[in-house]
């Protein structure tokens, strides 16, 4: 632990400098990923438990094992180890037959998408995920392009390919009708866009931006901000002014401008 105080006090150091004030996140070993939207927190750690956060402190969430955990206006859904796609509602996530999916993301406005093994993408339109019940099977859109990971705010969706090129495209959430994949400059492994439409990606090398410039007319945005962080990251999710990051050493800090 003291390790780790000494970790988080530079930590504050040097974020201080970009806006940031950051300190360690409620604790839980072995964090793999996590996700925030419209103020609620789900993770799983490195054992594919699914937990969310109340008040101060991780709550075990199901009795499901996960790989990947998202929460958005579509409710909250997960990826198995072996790609079956679970949905969570009455207490527990249930199984929902159909198209496999390796990453998914609940974060658009009503609909999910996420892509498979093979880097295909698929979209669950906002009128078909809200109807979705247990034993339902999935009917999803097949989206052109291939990435191996996105992340969506509204109708505007982010991701990456298995070159680590990073793109954007409008998704439709009520026919996942989509405009085409656009890409911009830069390399990334992770990509996140919070409720609010910021956008956010962690690189190889653990380093994270920010998108700048974003508008109406650009969504696109103009160019990459780096964020200094004196460790490597993992994941990152944004919402609601919040910055939730994991660290290379598998816990999470939370940062605030």
Same mark, same amino acid.
């Given at each position: ?45 490195? #054992? &594919? !438990? ?8 991780? /709550?075990?969430?199901?009795? $499901?094992?996960?790989?990947?955990? =998202? ?67 999935? #009917? &999803? !859109? ?8 996105? /992340?969506?705010?509204?109708? $505007?969706?982010?991701?990456?390919? =298995? ?34 439409g910021r956008v956010f990606v962690v690189n190889e090398s653990g380093k994270l931006y920010e998108r700048i410039g974003i508008s ?42």
């Amino acid at each position: 632990m003291r390790a780790v105080a000494t970790f988080l006090v530079l930590v504050n150091f040097f974020i201080g400098c970009y806006g940031l004030s950051c300190k360690a996140g409620p604790l839980q070993f072995s964090v793999a990923q996590l996700d925030a939207s419209q103020g609620m927190v789900v993770m799983t750690d490195k #054992d &594919s !438990n699914v937990f969310f956060l109340s008040g101060s402190s991780w /709550s075990k969430l199901g009795s $499901v094992p996960l790989k990947h955990v =998202s929460v958005g206006p579509a409710g909250i859904w997960g990826v198995s180890n072996d790609d079956k796609v679970y949905k969570f509602a009455g207490g527990d996530f249930f199984p929902v037959s159909g198209q496999e999916l390796n990453q998914l993301d609940a974060g658009g406005e009503g609909h999910v998408v996420g892509v498979t093994d093979g880097n295909n993408i698929h979209c669950l339109n906002a009128s078909y995920v809200s109807s979705i019940q247990p034993e339902s099977i999935l #009917d &999803s !859109n097949t989206l052109p392009g291939r990435l191996i990971y996105t /992340s969506c705010s509204s109708n $505007v969706c982010w991701g990456v390919s =298995s070159s680590h090129n990073i793109y954007f495209a409008s998704v439709s959430s009520s026919t996942c009708v989509t405009s085409g994949w656009t890409e911009v400059e830069g390399k990334a492994v992770k990509v996140e866009v919070g409720t609010d439409g910021r956008v956010f990606v962690v690189n190889e090398s653990g380093k994270l931006y920010e998108r700048i410039g974003i508008s109406n007319g650009a969504p696109g945005g103009a160019d990459w901000k780096i964020i200094e962080i004196p460790t490597p990251i993992e994941h990152v999710s944004y919402d609601l002014g919040r910055l939730w990051l994991v660290t290379e050493c598998e816990f999470i800090l939370e940062c605030t401008h």
